[in-house]
């Protein structure tokens, strides 16, 4: 019914057992409010502590970790590596936990208006998250898993890569960035505008770019979406299905390479080399700044040097 | 950049020699200069007792102490390393909004 975490806390807890028909009904606290003034109810409760932004930061950093904690305002404790756990239930406006690499430990119960919680150490998402504007979990390589009940309008995973599922129970209203994440699909039932990158996207640009077609890239007008449209695509095959024009040929260590450039309507031409690596003979195409006109200076970009002339390694394999 | 004397380049990753490591460079465990994203392979040094790693800011400098050191990766041929201080650092691609970092 439970797991317990590394660090002793319930990760779920225990299904709370069914009412005796015969006891008389327990009082049921209320839900607490997404606003910050928590109910008179909440504040009674046993372990329940409200304060002010400025206290709750000293109390979280001290290590002294209250169940319940009830902030009236915004707690920010970014870029705070001696954090390692938020209470099981916490009530606050603005969450912002960015930039702590050991938290790992997030609330079963929030409530809050927005959350941002990029570059943390969390692993796994649990519980009942109610949160009125946007949760930002972006930039977090170990996170597998969110609340089984999430509701927010926009939520970001973007660069998440182990993250491979949504729950099914997860509740959006405005749209979801999923651009690095490890997603393939949505859950059938969220209905929300997908985004990679910040640009809105469809899902088979989101999740089956293998199903575009180069000749749509380059008809679409928009030229932020273009681009993200012929990241998704790939380089390498874009030029292998619209081809170029080849405006320097050479050779190097790996046989010949070629200069590319392939003209876009309102916006700059994409001008990449394509060379063979000299040891295992497969080709890459790599795109350099639009200015450059020879595969010697484009090698040398790549390489970090604006000079061809500072550009002569004496190996390459 | 400029760079007058010896360069290597070995896949994506670049190794420069330099007269001098940096006062305050800090040394860094392990001998892999860079890691693959996707394959799992990784650049690295394969005498253990040959080279040593050293972290300046965001810059990477390897010191050869043995007359050589190989540089390994599973796809690409060795290279032998001469005994000096090397800068280390990965080809850039460019992007309309980001100059990025090559990774393989």
Known sequence: MFSINARGR????PAPAAPEPAAPAA?????????????????????????????????????????ELIVSGALRLNGEPRLRELPTFLECTHLEVNNCPNLELFP?????????????????????????????????????????????????VANCPQLLHLPATLHLTNWVEVAGSGLTSLPSGLKVNIRWQGTAVDERTAFRPEDLKAVEILNVRNVTRRRVLLERFGLDRFIEEVGGLIIDRDRDAGGERQLLSIPLEDDEPIVALRVKCPSTAHSYVLRVPPHVRTCRRAAAWLAGFENEHDYRPLIET | MTQTSSLYRHGDVLIGAVAVLPTGAVPRPGLVL???????????????????????????????????????HEEHRPIELPVGVYRVWQQREYTPSAIRTVVD
């Open chain 1, 108 to 156: 079963e119960r929030l409530r809050a208006t927005s959350v941002q919680a990029t570059r943390t150490g969390i692993r796994e998402l649990t519980g009942d998250w109610l949160v009125r504007e946007t949760v930002n979990l972006s930039d977090n390589p170990r996170l597998q898993r969110l609340p089984e009940r999430l509701t927010a309008k926009s939520l970001s």
């Open chain 1, 27 to 67: 009082p049921v606290p209320p839900t607490p409010s997404i606003a910050s003034e928590p109910t008179a109810a909440y504040a009674r409760a046993a372990g329940v502590v409200r304060t002010t932004p400025e206290e709750a930061r000293a109390l979280l950093l001290s290590g002294r970790m209250p169940d």
């Open chain 1, 10 to 13: 319930h990760l779920r807890r």
């Open chain 2, 34 to 72: 860079a890691h693959g994203e996707h394959t799992g392979h990784s650049h690295r040094i394969r005498e253990t007792n040959a080279a040593s790693l050293y972290a300046y800011g965001h810059e990477l400098y390897l010191v050869v102490s043995a007359p050589t050191a190989t540089l390994i």
